[in-house]
């Protein structure tokens, strides 16, 4: 993971938490995370939780998570988390021309 990471040319918080009833809540800054429990995890962005996945899939979704998000951004779409706070929800954001 730490390869990868030093391959991402984006600023970009990434949690790894071993709770996945606690950890998306104490890392509700991070932009994107892992919350492992027994054999399953959580992958979240902002605290909200946006897939279940199983251990062997773990590594290789937060990746692709954390790809998403940079493409998100780069698309001008954020996570807005304070609309609803059970759920991910993108948002667009609009720049005056």
């Given at each position: ?6 391959e ?10 071993g709770?996945?009833v ?5 890392a ?5 995370g ?6 399953m ?7 909200k ?11 290789d979704e ?8 940079i493409?998100?951004r780069k ?11 059970n ?6 954001t609009l720049?005056?021309?």
């Amino acid at each position: 993971m730490d390869e990868f990471l030093a391959e991402v040319n984006e600023p970009i918080r990434v949690a790894v938490m071993g709770c996945e009833v606690n950890g998306p809540g104490e890392a509700k800054d991070a932009d994107v995370g892992l919350a492992a429990g027994r054999a399953m995890g959580v992958i979240f962005r902002k605290g909200k939780i946006v897939k279940r996945v199983k251990e062997d899939e773990m590594l290789d979704e937060l990746k692709a998570e954390i790809l998403s998000v940079i493409a998100d951004r780069k698309d001008g779409v954020t996570e807005d988390a304070h609309a609803n706070p059970n759920a991910y929800k993108p948002v667009l954001t609009l720049t005056a021309v």
